[in-house]
């Protein structure tokens, strides 16, 4: 089945994010020229997320527009921003749309592409404290920003990538931080313990305190104010700031009654696709992080990364266009900056991968991963160079013996 789009189709993007914005950039270079509308809840143009963590939290001057303005002049795409996407009706292909003054009105679409992101998980029962922040949006980074420049003493909870993150540049803005982590190290559930540890080391030398073993029994306010968090073996760490990294979930709530099915929890959550994005429904695709994409090995996943999202529109735009480009990269990318070092990983690393440093100056360092003896992944801090020469290896199955140093 081929959904490949008549020259005059109606293309609706729901949400003005990295996926959505790449999609419409993708079906113009593509040669599409019929009508492009993107529906955005946001009020901004659409802006890139990375840097809400990194350098928007650290300079107020910062900011990270995803195009230039003209971008949507030049290239015919219908930017609606302030308006949100309220429910799809796939039988007669429209969608129900609420702008921000209230009023309401439907669109129409021959093809409908779903790229809505996700929501940060709150801490249950602190969702209306003050001084309590989670970071999906350039007001919460905003927002946090000028909280910590009156603030002394921060904790975040959960050191993924984006807890970690934000307690390093907490830190740069000279608060004194405390990480909290359950697991056993700070990214333990994506990269295991080995990467754990180096990073709990980066983090050691800063002077953040980092907590890992430990959970946060309850964030304790005063006055609806924050005043620190009880730990789970009952340490009580003050705060005037606490910062929620405990994950998200895809923004699905829209597609109440629009029959698109759902990825069941256990493979991730969020709307299931096959392996060009389509969904269940006629005509409807999803990517980004919002999307569970059907890989080429039939299992169902669900990523929350930058370069997977650009990937993924790539996809998508060629299977609208009818075009041959439908695969994702061979080797999937990701990064995080913490302080002075850019953490690069390259590949499919599991938690329960062999990990074998290749090298460690105390400071920056490489590793490589290995399952059932083959090469899986590569991760580095600072060694942009060493991390990036291993993908010819990673692109064809290698034994981990082939790569690794004598
Ligand atoms: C703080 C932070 C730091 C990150 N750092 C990194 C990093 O270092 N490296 C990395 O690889 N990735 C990083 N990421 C992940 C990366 O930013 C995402 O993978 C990417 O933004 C996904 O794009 P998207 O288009 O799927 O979703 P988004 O960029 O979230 O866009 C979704 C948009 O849809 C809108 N929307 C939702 N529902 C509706 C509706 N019903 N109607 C209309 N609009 C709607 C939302 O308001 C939002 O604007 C980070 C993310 C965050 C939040």
């Not at 009706?89 to 009023?103: I, P």
């Not at 990825?263 to 299931?272: E, L, P």
């Not at 480009?325 to 990983?345: C, E, G, M, N, R």
């Amino acid at each position: 089945m081929t959904d490949q789009l008549a020259p005059d189709a109606t293309v609706v993007i729901v949400g003005a994010g990295l996926g959505g914005v790449r999609l419409a950039e993708n079906l113009r270079t593509g040669g599409f020229e019929g009508p492009v509308v993107m529906i955005g809840a946001e009020e901004h143009p659409p802006y890139d997320r990375p840097p809400l963590s990194k350098n928007v939290l650290t300079d107020a001057a910062e900011r990270f527009d995803l195009k230039p303005p003209d971008f949507y002049t030049d290239s015919l795409v219908e930017l609606r921003t302030g308006e949100h996407v309220d429910s799809i009706d796939t039988a007669g292909k429209k969608v129900a749309v609420t702008r921000a003054d209230g009023s309401s009105y439907e669109q129409s679409y021959d093809a409908l592409a779903l790229a809505t992101g996700l929501l940060p998980r709150p801490f249950p029962g602190a969702e209306d404290v003050a001084g309590v922040f989670t970071i999906r949006k350039l007001e919460d980074a905003e927002r946090l920003r000028a909280a910590a420049g009156a603030a002394k003493r921060a904790v975040v909870i959960g050191a993924g990538f984006i807890g970690c993150e934000t307690a390093a540049s907490l830190h740069t803005l000279g608060l004194d931080v405390t990480l909290v982590e359950p697991a056993e190290t700070p990214l333990a559930q994506s990269v295991g313990t080995t990467i754990g540890k180096l990073v709990t080391r980066q983090h050691d030398e800063k002077g953040v305190s980092v907590r890992a073993g430990t959970g946060v029994e309850e964030i304790l306010s005063d006055g609806g104010k924050v005043t620190g968090v009880r730990l789970s073996g009952g340490d009580v760490v003050d705060a005037d700031i606490v910062v929620v990294g405990i994950g998200s979930t895809p923004v699905v709530d829209y597609l109440d009654g629009s029959g698109i099915e759902l990825a069941s929890r256990d493979v991730g959550g969020g709307i299931a696709c096959n392996e060009v994005g389509r969904t269940s429904a006629d005509g409807v695709y999803a990517l980004g992080d919002v999307a569970n994409w059907r890989d080429h090995g039939g299992a169902q996943k669900r990523v929350e990364h930058w370069n997977h999202t650009v990937e993924q529109a790539a996809v998508v735009a060629a299977a609208l266009l009818g075009t041959d480009h439908a695969v994702t990269a061979a080797v999937p990318y990701f990064w995080s900056d913490q302080y002075d070092l850019k953490i690069q990983v390259l590949g499919w690393p599991k938690a329960d991968d062999d990990v074998h440093v290749i090298s460690d100056d105390g400071h920056k360092w490489v590793a490589y991963f290995s399952r059932d003896g083959m090469f899986t992944a590569v991760a580095g801090a600072g060694k942009v160079g060493a991390v990036m020469k291993m993908r010819p290896k990673l692109v064809t199955p290698t034994p981990i013996e082939d790569v690794l140093p004598d």
